[in-house]
């Protein structure tokens, strides 16, 4: 999962993409980078860290012409080297740099497609993604991103700069990572959510379409093309967990799908004859959820649990390891609002269950009375391949073990976890991508890819465990 912004202006773009990619640091906390183009040549800046420690002044101003593109990068393939940072830049046939939200599910068969013809540098499918545009481009954009679509399994919403052409944005035939077009005067902008639009002060034209393809041309010309025919199937997760919740997605405002998945969770609750006296979000994600589900069981809301802001987003850390020791300095109790008291956490997700355990301990030492835990997201039982940090079997708790097992794993009184049906109520019951709850996958995904998705993963894991290592 990662943050993609692109913007063709009249003025300088640097600053504004720096802006949006501010924004967009929550989905993507492992590297920054802005790629700009003058008319004449391409400026890059990239690295590993944060938006605000990678741009900085100098660079920004170094970063010159009226058509960029950004990134914020959330490994979910390759090793996060410096490498792996995007945006990624091609100077054949002509001059195209590329930026990428999304997982490529065939990325290692596309790999080796490319055999000697090309030569890699980083183990990201974004430059699998570039080089395949690049060898397939002779002047029309359009073709190009039609042979991706072809050649293509899994989420892509993909931002290419090409020299003497424009700014060119596609989307999946399943349109399952977020992307929205907008505009400010002569000022064209696409991005991963609508919230950089709103902060930017540019207005929403349209989210791409499945197999979409815009460009803005150097002139400022737009021209929409569909690539590919599709239907939707939007990752319901973004609602639940990803994406900031001023944001609107495909038309459904993220805050709101949280309030209803607070609605859906509450019937749970009464259906159990659960009574607490205190709802405590787990911030900040499920703040919205806790407060419909408060209201709708007539039980006071409370914060309970204070975050430290200046500590990074924990389901998007690398390794169990490092979530463990980020969510001891990250969440501390509010010890009045919890102590002697039956406490209902609410949380959005449980994937490994390490985060929650660790959450419950925090809550349990400031003497809570009991502890409820209510989830807005139904069990997740299947790996994710569209680009969300989830992509083996074994690294999910709710796989092998029933509610009452991971009940007992967590050391809650009760575990309440969204139906699936409560989840459909909420969000929407056509036009979604569940797989991970339900195991229905959008796209077509072989045996072989799994494997080859899980070795990869494995021997990432490895990788990363012994980076930590070094800076314990
Ligand atoms: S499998 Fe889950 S996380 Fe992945 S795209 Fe589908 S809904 Fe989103």
Do not use: W
């Amino acid at each position: 999962m990662c943050g993609i912004i692109g913007i063709k202006g009249n003025d300088e773009v640097a600053k504004e993409l720096f802006v949006g990619l501010m924004a967009l640091q929550h989905r993507g906390q492992n590297s920054a980078g802005i790629n700009t183009y003058d008319g004449e040549r391409f400026y890059s800046k990239k690295g590993n860290g944060l938006v605000s420690h990678v741009l900085t002044g100098n660079s920004l101003k170094r970063l010159r012409g009226t058509i960029g593109i950004g990134h914020v990068r959330y490994p979910t393939i390759g090793r996060g080297d410096e490498e792996d940072a995007q945006p990624f830049l091609t100077t054949s046939p002509v001059g195209i740099s590329v930026v990428h939200n999304g997982n490529i599910v065939n990325y290692f068969e596309l790999r080796r497609s490319l055999g000697e013809k090309r030569y890699l540098n980083s183990f990201c499918d974004t430059e699998v993604i570039l080089n395949i545009f690049a060898d397939n481009f002779t002047n029309d954009p359009f073709e190009a991103g039609r042979v991706i679509m072809d050649k293509t399994n899994g989420a892509y919403s993909i931002l290419a700069v090409v020299s003497g052409v424009g700014l060119f944005a596609f989307r999946d035939p399943n349109a399952i990572r977020p992307f929205v077009f907008g505009r400010k005067g002569e000022n064209y902008i696409f991005t991963s959510e609508s919230v950089v639009l709103q902060i930017l002060g540019y207005n929403i034209i349209k989210d791409l379409a499945p197999g979409e393809g815009i460009l803005v041309d150097e002139n400022g010309r737009v021209t929409q093309k569909m690539l590919k025919k599709g239907s939707p199937r939007h990752c319901i997760f973004e609602y639940i967990y990803f994406a900031r919740p001023e944001s609107v997605l495909d038309g459904l405002s993220v805050y709101k799908a949280r309030l209803s998945l607070g609605k859906g969770l509450a019937k749970e609750v009464k259906r159990r004859g659960i009574r607490p006296d205190v709802v405590v979000p787990i911030p900040d994600t499920s703040r919205p959820t806790a407060i419909a589900l408060a209201e709708e069981i007539g039980v006071p809301y409370r914060e309970g649990l204070i975050k430290n802001r200046y500590i990074l987003r924990t389901f998007i850390m690398s390794t169990d390891d490092e979530r463990m020791r980020h969510i001891k300095y990250k969440l501390n109790p509010l010890i009045d609002e919890l102590k002697g008291k039956k406490v209902l956490l609410v949380d959005d997700s449980i994937v490994r269950g390490t985060t929650s355990r660790q959450i419950v301990r925090v809550v349990k030492n400031a003497g809570t009375k009991e502890i409820y835990f209510a989830i807005s997201a139904p069990p997740i039982r299947n790996p994710c391949y569209y680009g969300i940090d989830m992509q083996t079997r074994s690294e999910l708790i709710a796989r092998e073990k029933n509610e009452d097992e991971i009940r007992d794993i967590l050391k809650v009184d009760a575990l309440i976890y969204q139906t699936l049906d409560g989840l459909k109520e909420a969000i929407g019951k056509e036009n979604f991508c569940r797989a991970c709850f339900d195991g229905d996958y959008p796209t077509k995904i072989k045996g072989k890819e799994i494997l080859e998705i899980e070795e990869k993963r494995k021997r990432l894991t490895q990788t990363r465990k012994v980076g930590a290592g070094l800076f314990m």
